[in-house]
């Protein structure tokens, strides 16, 4: 039997087409692991049982979703439903409308699994993070590990289901004359109100690009939200929370269904609030610059507190996850050079020389460049070996590499596990520590060279993130949101620190900002601080934990904020055998890296100690 392709189908719906990322907004869009999530579909699928490949689906029926799953992610799978549910009952009242049908929700253990789905007609570009199709209203994605991003995504995804039922006059194939008009909307309106909608008002990474664009002039009107210059997730999520707190939540839903009659963003959005966009726009910047100007006369620029190491002006744009060699010489890192590829470079920490480029992930089938986007690698003790976690085919690997050449020496495929981030290499070299995603919850697994053998740290639903073993080899400082999770009521603890003894496996929580985020731990040369990223001020800024005395110091007070690709990405790193720290700053809709140094900047402030606690409720 013929299928219907993905070209026969674009030729006669053309509208449907227009939901492709057009390539400038690729740099972006691999940055933000979330592109163009709204699909055209396949045909094949919905069957009872269905196999595909090595995927053996099974079905959860919960009240109003089918949710299609595989062996590994039963217990996921399981948490996903209860997660389903609850974002039915919030954007049913939320956009006052109940969908029509059951709701299916095809889940993938991992993205290298995501990747091989033939439900969207041709396999997900690279940075696509998850899909909607049009045709059956599936919700086509991978767990994102992290509970609270896998919820997210689900959240943001559900939207567009209810964006297709709402917006399709009646159900049935679609036609020329049936088909939902979400897929006209332009990107911002419909990626916006997702990322609103799953996020809401209160998102650090969202603000630091609003108040960037607004210091630098570049807050879009709504009619240029529709220029690819202004990346539609991130600016669209912002004009909705603008219009949603100006005129209620409820407006979102109505504007909805305004467009879906009148077919346009603009006549929908006047027509419900009655006031002309322009004068909108115009009060929706000046509420942001108001609300943004204190802060900049109380914060500082990055260069305030060490040396503009790698940027544009130097070289190319996107520079983040750095990681220092041991003696601070010299710097890995990632940048877009070329545009369709997140490469990774070793450059001279002092000049930002660019001494080779290591892995080229865009040409070199051999990696996938969605991994780098929320991992960085790691230096061995002896600053000759660089080892990260990569996709081969469809099987994650540890890969270590000669950085003199860029040489691969050393590589471990991993088929048990989904996907691996972060490693760190223990002082004495013989093991590597990395977490990852397996069964779609995120864990702390250790790799030795030596005898081949591979060890599950740490072995439930909680996430456990960003290694980073300390110098005398005694201890593992990582990020988990197990002190403040609830699983049984689906609530999601924030990201906290954490020691793990490497011997006994024993985790104890250490001081951390109890209502922010708190990742990228990194040990200071003598293993009596970390370094580490936290948001308790609404912005991302470098503090330091005196790990014996629990007490914390604040580096940095920036005005945008230190920032990898995504919220969770790893951003800062420290050498192991001098005082350095590295870290990349969002800085005009880019990211560069800075390099400091000095004694007293870092050493820090002092915290207020009502900002700060531990949490030691599990
Ligand atoms: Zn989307």
Known sequence: MKRLTAVARGKRYTMLRRRRLSPRYLPVAIAIGVTACIGVPDTRFGQNKVQYDAFDFEI???????????????????????????WYARLTRLLNHELRGRQPIIYYASHPHFKQTTQIGGAPGEGT?????????????????????????LGHEMVHAFQFDMTQRREGALSNTNFPRALQLPL?????????????????????????????????????LNN????????????????????????????LNA???????????????????????????????????????ETHDADHYGKLLLSKENGAGLNTAPVLSPDGTELVFLSIRDVFSLDMFRADAETGKILNKLVESGTDPHF????????????????????????????????VVDVSNGDIVREKVLPDLGEVFNPTWSPDGSVI?????????????????????????????????HPAWSPDGRSIAFVTDRFGTDL????????????????????????????????????????????????????????????????????????????????????????KDTDKIAFSVYEKGDYNVYVVDEAGVLAGEPVASSQVGVRKSR
């Open 368 to 399: 996938e460049s969605i991994q780098f986007i929320r991992s960085a690698g790691a230096w061995n003790s002896t600053g000759d070996r660089f080892v990260f976690g990569a996709v081969t085919g469809s099987d994650p690997v540890l890969t």
């Open 433 to 465: 520590v990395f977490s990852a995603i397996v069964g779609g919850f995120s864990d702390l697994y250790s790799y030795h060279f030596e005898n081949d053998v591979l060890r599950r740290l740490t072995s439930d639903a909680y996430t456990d993130l």
């Open 259 to 297: 467009a879906a009659r009148s077919g346009g963003a603009e006549i929908a959005i006047e027509r419900v609030i009655g006031i002309p966009v322009d004068s909108v726009n115009a009060e929706w910047h000046e509420e942001v610059r108001r609300a943004y100007d204190d802060l900049r006369e």
């Open 488 to 575: 049984s009521r689906l609530s999601y603890g924030n990201y906290q620190l954490a020691l793990m003894d490497p011997g006994t496996g024993r985790i104890d929580a250490i001081v951390s900002f109890p209502d922010a985020k708190n990742i990228n731990p990194q040990w200071s040369k003598d293993g009596r601080s970390l370094y580490f990223l936290a948001d308790p001020t609404g912005i991302t800024n470098v503090y330091r934990l005196d790990v014996g005395s629990g007490r914390l110091y604040q580096i940095t007070d920036l005005f945008t904020g230190v920032s990898g690709i995504t919220a969770l990405s790893p951003a800062l790193t420290s050498a």
């Open 60 to 86: 959860l029926e919960t009240e109003h979703f089918d949710i299609f799953f595989y062996e590994e992610e039963r217990e996921a799978a399981a948490q996903a439903g209860r997660m389903a549910e609850r």
């Open 228 to 255: 690819p210059r202004f990346f539609p997730y991130r600016f669209g999520q912002a004009f909705w929370a603008y219009l949603a707190g100006r005129f209620g939540d409820e407006v979102v839903g109505r504007i």
């Open 188 to 224: 911002w309106f419909i990626e916006g109100m997702a990322e609103y909608l799953s996020i809401g008002p209160d998102d650090p990474h969202t603000a630091m690009w609003i108040r960037d664009a607004a210091i630098n002039d570049k807050l879009p009107t709504m009619r240029q």
């Open 129 to 153: 993070g998850a899909v909607t199709e049009a045709l059956k209203r599936r919700i086509i994605l991978p767990f994102a590990g992290p509970l609270k991003e896998t919820d997210h995504v």
